[in-house]
C-alpha cells in the first residue's frame, strides 16, 4: 500500500501478466477537501505494519516501527468511536476498500485488543514517560472493534 497524500491510498495488488501488479484505489471515502477519514488512516497504518512485520525475517532488517502503532492510537484517542464506526462502514460500499479495511481490522484485533499485545506495546515504547499508552490502546481498540461487532 502506498499513500501519497492524505486523500489518496494506492493498494498494489491487481496482476496485470508478466509480474506486474497494477494500482487500484483505496477508497476516496470523504471529498477532496477534507483528505481521508480517520478510519482509512488506520486502516492505511494497520496494512503497513502487517506489511513490514511479515517482510521481517530472520538475516532482513526490521522495518516495523513503533511510531506508526503510536500514530494508531493517536488516531483512536483523538476521533469518537462513532466516527470510526461511521467510517468503516463507508469502506463497506466499495469492494476493494471491504477487503483491505476488513483485513486492516482483523490484524488491530489480533495484535492490539491487549496490553500485551504487539500493537499496544510498540506504541507504548513510542512513549515510555506514560504508563497508561498500552492499556490505553488495548482499550480503545477494544471499543472500537466490539463497536464494529468484531
Given at each position: 500500500m502506498t499513500c501519497r497524500s492524505r486523500d489518496a491510498c494506492?493498494?498494489?495488488?491487481?496482476?496485470?501478466g508478466k509480474g506486474r501488479h497494477r494500482a487500484t484505489a483505496l477508497a476516496r471515502l470523504q471529498p477532496k477537501?477534507?483528505?481521508?477519514g480517520p478510519a482509512a488512516l488506520i486502516a492505511a497504518k494497520m496494512v503497513k505494519l502487517e506489511e513490514r512485520l511479515r517482510d521481517s525475517l530472520p538475516g532482513r532488517a526490521n522495518r516495523v516501527r513503533g511510531k506508526d502503532a503510536l500514530d494508531v492510537f493517536r488516531?483512536?484517542?483523538?476521533?469518537?468511536?462513532?466516527e470510526l464506526v461511521?467510517?468503516?462502514?463507508r469502506h463497506r460500499t466499495?469492494?476493494?476498500?471491504?477487503?483491505v479495511s476488513a483485513a486492516s481490522l482483523h490484524f488491530l484485533a489480533d495484535n492490539g485488543r491487549t496490553a500485551t499485545n504487539l500493537l499496544s506495546t510498540?506504541?507504548?515504547?513510542?512513549?515510555?514517560?506514560d504508563p497508561t499508552v498500552?492499556?490505553?490502546?488495548a482499550a480503545l481498540t477494544n471499543d472500537l472493534l466490539d463497536a464494529l461487532g468484531l
Open positions: 494506492w493498494h498494489h495488488d491487481e496482476p496485470t477537501s477534507t483528505g481521508a488516531l483512536l484517542r483523538a476521533v469518537q468511536t462513532d461511521e467510517g468503516f462502514a466499495e469492494p476493494h476498500a471491504e477487503r510498540l506504541a507504548a515504547a513510542e512513549m515510555p514517560s498500552a492499556v490505553s490502546f
